[in-house]
């Protein structure tokens, strides 16, 4: 039996089987790595493929004799699915693809994915970028979230989903994209400083209040 996490893998409620989540870099895919991610669900018997919410495909009801292979003829990352650590980064389409986007959300995205994907942090971590006010990314309940306006990039901190759910708090805006990478560098730094063990940044503002992370971005 697998450790939560080892190989990549998480137990399912069978206590038998496993489920792997490849990590997809803000949940773009080409139809090429599709049939691959079918082929292989297939060979192996999986018994389901699920989109989960941080944009990874899921390959569920695995054996755990075949978890070496599956990660072999996949050729992708492990998705950071466990851990105290930045677990996914979501964006929607922004300027890339959508009618109202006002930023580009996929580039902003891609580049937080590379910077910070899997990073080791006090606790478990999550960013958003949305394109727009609406939201779509869910910006309001991420550790740190990215909303698009006409004048350039809002950023939320301190909000989560789960048995304790909250709202984010607005720290700055109005920031081109060379600006919003560097305060959110700024903010990641200074939680990493501040925060407790395995303590959300939501509950590290609670405790500490917003003061740090508004010095920490001057």
């Known amino acids: 039996m697998l450790k939560l996490g080892e190989k990549g893998a998480i137990m399912q409620r069978d206590n038998k089987t496993y489920a792997v989540a490849p990590h997809i870099p803000c949940g773009i895919v080409t139809p090429e ?5 079918a082929d292989v669900s297939e060979k192996y018997n999986a018994q389901a493929i699920k989109i989960t919410g941080a944009a ?3 390959i569920v009801g695995l054996e755990e004799e075949h978890i070496d292979q599956v990660w072999d003829e996949l050729q992708l990352e492990k998705g950071a699915a466990v ?3 930045v677990r996914s980064v979501r964006a929607c389409p922004g300027t890339t693809f959508c ?6 959300a996929l580039g902003i995205g891609m580049e937080l994915d590379k ?3 899997a990073k080791e942090l006090p606790g478990k971590f999550k960013m958003a970028v949305s394109g727009c006010h609406l939201s779509c990314a869910e910006s309001w309940v991420r550790d740190v979230g990215l909303i698009g306006k006409k004048n350039g990039w809002t950023v939320v901190i301190g909000g989560n989903v789960g048995a304790e759910p909250r709202i984010a708090e607005e720290i700055v805006s109005g920031l081109d994209d060379a600006e919003v990478l560097q305060v959110v560098d700024k903010l990641v730094q200074c939680y990493q400083e501040k ?6 940044l939501g509950k590290t503002i609670e405790r500490i209040g917003m003061a740090p992370f508004e010095d ?3």
Not at 99 to 104: F, I, P, S, T
């Open 33 to 37: 790595l599709l049939r691959r991610i």
């Open 56 to 58: 990874r495909i899921a």
């Open 83 to 85: 851990g105290l650590c």
């Open 99 to 104: 009618k109202v986007g006002r930023q580009d």
């Open 115 to 117: 910077r910070y994907h």
């Open 195 to 200: 925060a407790e063990k395995r303590e959300r």
């Open 216 to 218: 920490a971005i001057k």
